[in-house]
């Protein structure tokens, strides 16, 4: 697909409205992405409004956007008349306030991960939207894990549930990137990149995580002062599968995600490289291998593609087609017990609340 392409609606948004008006909030690396996006990729959407607490950014994106305009208070672009749906990419601490703010005015939001900052705020969510349905019967909540829209991730899915490997026993996950920014923690890796993986495995096996230790092996000399990298993260779910993640965000090579099931009948994998295998001559000698994705943006593009193609059909619709409130809410359940596996050293039962409200 090229970057002018639109994909096409579903069929079952042929009777909603002709367009869904769409205010993004932070218009950063992942929210100008969206704003591209959802203007010269995905149909049945228009940018209506951006906001940024950098305001010459917001100009700057709203520029190139025919009848966009910006709103500078994110709570006033919610409320804003000429707005059907939010996209939310604006930094985590915000998402609370913001995505109640949606449910509150009861228009469809797609929030990137993480839904809010910790488990128990990302449950006042999901109360907040079951109370919403029950009143309306409609969802309005979905979570940007974007690897569930990945055409590999949802053959391997299709896959294990149609018992093609058999029972899966075993997970095995690895999680690569070249290098991180500054100031990212040793805690932030299990938030923001695990977390990835601890989605992976709830849609792959459709269970939930039970118990996380974390392992902190010698750590690479590229990483920074107080950073232990890589982790190797054990998951462990009520089904009483395993889950490994290598997690190794200072590489200085590539990004690399892979993913791998292991059943009673077979086993699959995703996420190796593809294109023709390359011979050359670097400066050790003769090399041979295969392009790998410098990041992931262009790992996973068509994925975000197709994600808010889906979200905007899905809003169109009044429905949710991706993962929910209760979705964000397990995957911080899960990396608040793997953050205190990792202080500890010691397995971690996750802490969780069932929909109904008592503890499971």
Not at 83 to 90: G, H, K, M, Q, S
Not at 224 to 242: H, I, K, M, N
Not at 322 to 332: C, F, H, M, N, V
Request: with cysteine.
């Amino acid at each position: 697909m090229t970057a002018t392409e639109v994909l096409p609606a579903s069929p079952a948004a042929g009777a909603a409205p002709a367009e869904l008006r769409v205010a993004v909030l932070g218009v950063g690396l992942m929210g100008a992405d969206h704003v591209a996006r959802l203007t010269r990729r995905v149909s049945g959407a228009r940018v209506a409004v951006v906001t940024d607490a950098a305001t010459e950014r917001a100009d700057q994106v709203a520029a190139e956007v025919p009848g966009c305009r910006v709103v500078p208070d994110p709570l006033a672009a919610i409320a804003d008349p000429d707005v059907d749906a939010v996209v939310i990419a604006t930094p985590g601490r915000f998402h609370e306030e913001q995505v109640l703010a949606c449910i509150e005015r009861g228009i469809p939001v797609l929030c990137e991960k993480p839904l809010t900052m910790d488990a128990a705020s990302s449950l006042q969510i999901v109360r907040a939207e079951d109370a919403h349905t029950a009143r309306t019967g409609r969802r309005l909540v979905q979570v940007g894990f974007m690897r569930r829209f990945d055409p590999e991730y949802a053959a391997l899915r299709e896959l294990v549930a149609s018992g093609g490997l058999g029972e899966p026993l075993l997970v095995h996950c690895a999680h690569r990137n070249p290098a991180v920014p500054p100031g990212v923690t040793t805690e932030s890796i299990v938030n923001d990149s695990v977390v990835h993986e601890v989605d992976v495995a709830r849609f792959l096996l459709g269970e939930e995580i039970a118990a996380v230790t974390v392992l902190t092996p010698r750590s690479t000399r590229h990483a920074a002062e107080a950073l232990s990298d890589p982790l190797l993260v054990l998951l462990e779910t009520t089904g009483g599968r395993l889950v490994d993640v290598e997690c190794f965000v200072s590489t200085g090579l590539a990004y690399e995600v892979r993913t791998e099931v292991v059943g009673e009948d077979g086993s699959a994998v995703i996420g190796l490289p593809h294109g023709p295998v390359r011979q050359s001559a670097g400066p050790g000698g003769a090399v041979r291998g295969t392009a790998v994705t410098p990041g992931f943006r262009e790992r996973f593009g068509l994925a975000y593609d197709v994600e808010v193609q889906r979200w905007v059909d899905a809003a169109r619709r009044g429905d949710v087609d991706g993962p929910g409130a209760w979705d964000g809410y397990a995957a911080q359940a899960v990396c608040a017990a793997g953050v205190e596996a990792l202080r500890t050293g010691r397995r971690t039962e996750v802490r969780m609340e069932s929909r109904g409200g008592t503890p499971s």
